[in-house]
């Protein structure tokens, strides 16, 4: 009941900022408002009285301002929503698409206090110089920049116990004070919020707004722990160990806990200043190209993606390589959906609208009961107006709707785990568009997609794949083989504890029953064999 109250007490601030911001559009969407809801709408607007108007801006920039103004829990959910052109519109989409997580730092003492108190020693002994100006203030974080000292063995002939010392710049990323509550707070009136819209808005059930909360929920929790975005750093840093197009700072462990995390500081350009990478000289054409493959490989080949790829994460360094900061938002994809992902976007690049449809069905994201010869129909509709055309001339976030909306005429659930790799997918595009206007995503995508295609999912591959699921299958053999062994054991033991005057014909027949079992294992452990044998011959 508290609970209850607190929340209502929240949502009065909540709607009393989207009051004054003019964005009360969204309670419009309610169809089955009770009563008194719908009075208690035609009276918000009265909360604006004092406030400048905003009527002058668009519905989606008045809703990113009033979240902005709500702080960071409200922020991450409006991100989370920039990918849901079914549920907001197109326009509203995009420009939550430009919500950036900018917000005034904290002082320089609570940082110090932080660092100090997780690492356990004074800020001068594990920092020989630490700005006490942020160069970045977001809503989870703000980082420093920093010089640190590592002293080396170096002994000489005159000197054994000499040591060499080194000076490294570093950036130090420290979390908010408070923030995790600050985040508790709201993601619990965010539960409560998608229950109400799922009950009063029968449509909204398709679309599965607690399962986005819960994703973000999972999100949060993981970008709380500094030690995580740590690792996934290092993760991605071993993925693209030795490539010559991308890299990932690297991550000092001994300086790093679980509210500060320190990194090697990247020499390089934001890609957010196009003007000073194009006069230092940088390929625009090649560099928007590199972003696409980056991404395709993330996502393809390791199934662990960056899931923030925007403009201010994303640096150019003088040898022309891309580098990417802050890995508090990541997604990861199972071999499966990748499988899925590849030859459905395949399908669409070769223009095979039949496949992109079959492999819906077969993925389950379609239910069996309906047309495949419609959905191809419908697959054909959105492929066709994007095949062969360079970005500037597609509206991605039209054909977005256009999806959502023939996923609902065939009653396709929308998939939460697919959330983030649409907003990556929007993000990373948008960046290449603002390096090279015309440059073509499918064009650049089919090389990397195809070869990924044959490497997983052409002769040797099935053929590598049949192997595993056998060996895996023979490992468990002898197991299963030892615990039927038991259970005829434990039934003859039973079966002789019976009346003497019962059927004798049964331990005889119980006998052939295991006889009979040990020749069925291993017939099909032969034949098992035999397979293998012949999959990887052919």
Not at 97 to 115: C, I, M, S
Not at 273 to 278: H, L, P, S
Not at 408 to 415: S, Y
């Amino acid at each position: 009941m508290f609970r209850g109250f607190h929340n209502s007490l929240r949502l009065l601030f909540v709607v009393r900022t989207l009051a004054r911001f003019d964005a009360l559009f969204l309670l419009d969407t309610l169809e089955k408002a009770p009563l008194h809801v719908k009075l208690l709408r035609l009276i918000l607007p009265l909360f604006a009285i004092g406030a400048p108007s905003h009527r002058h801006l668009r519905k989606g920039e008045r809703l990113a301002g009033a979240l902005q103004a709500l702080g960071p829990s409200f922020i991450k959910l409006g991100q989370a929503l920039s990918v849901r052109s079914d549920l907001l519109g197109e326009e509203i989409a995009q420009d939550l698409g430009n919500l950036r997580d900018k917000l005034p730092p904290f002082p320089y003492e609570k940082a110090k206090e932080t660092v100090e108190r997780e690492l356990e020693r004074p800020l001068n002994e594990v920092f020989v110089s630490f700005d006490e100006k942020p160069i970045a203030a977001a809503s989870i974080a703000q980082v420093h920049y920093a010089e640190v000292e590592d002293s080396f063995p170096a002994p000489t002939e005159e000197n054994p116990d000499a040591v060499r010392t080194e000076r490294r710049k570093v950036a130090v990323k420290i979390l908010r004070p408070g923030i995790e509550e600050a985040f508790q707070t709201d993601l619990r009136l965010f539960f409560w919020i998608s229950g109400l819209a799922e009950r009063f808005q029968p449509n909204f059930k398709r679309l599965r707004l607690t399962k986005i909360v819960e994703i973000l929920e999972q999100s949060v929790e993981l970008e709380m722990d500094l030690r995580m975005e740590a690792a996934a750093a290092a993760e991605m840093a071993e993925n693209f160990e030795g490539d010559p197009e991308f890299s990932v700072p690297e991550i000092d462990w001994q300086r790093t806990a679980k509210r500060v995390m320190t990194q090697s500081r990247i020499d390089g350009i934001s890609l957010s200043n196009r003007d000073e990478i194009k006069d230092a000289g940088h390929d625009m054409q090649a560099l928007s190209a590199v972003v696409i493959r980056v991404f395709l490989k993330q996502v393809l080949r390791d199934g662990f993606f960056h899931a923030d790829m925007h403009h201010g994460n994303l640096f150019i360094t003088d040898d022309g390589k891309l580098v990417a900061v802050d890995f508090g938002i990541m997604g990861r994809m199972d071999r499966q959906t990748r499988l899925f992902m590849a030859e459905m976007l395949f399908a669409f690049l070769v223009g095979d609208y039949r496949r992109a449809a079959e492999v819906h069905f077969e993925a389950g994201y379609v239910p069996p009961h309906k047309s495949l010869d419609a959905f191809t129909q419908a697959c054909r509709s959105i492929g066709e107006p994007i095949l062969g055309k360079s970005v500037d001339e597609i509206s991605l976030g039209r054909l977005l709707v256009q999806l959502f909306q023939t996923t609902e005429t065939f009653e396709m659930e929308t998939q939460p785990q697919l959330l983030l790799l649409q907003k990556t997918m929007v993000t990373a595009e948008g960046v290449a568009q603002s390096m090279n206007a015309k440059v073509n995503f499918w064009e650049v995508a089919h090389p990397t997609v195809e070869e990924w295609m044959l490497e997983n999912m052409g002769p040797e591959a099935k053929a590598a794949q049949i192997v595993k699921d056998g060996l895996g299958f023979l490992n468990k053999l002898p197991d299963l083989v030892t615990k039927t062994d038991r259970l005829l054991t434990l039934i003859e033991e039973r079966e002789s504890q019976k009346d003497p005057k019962a059927d004798p014909a049964d331990g005889p027949m119980q006998r052939e029953v295991s006889a009979g079992f040990y020749l069925v294992t291993g017939v099909t452990a032969g034949a098992i064999l035999m397979y293998l044998f012949t999959a990887v011959l052919h």
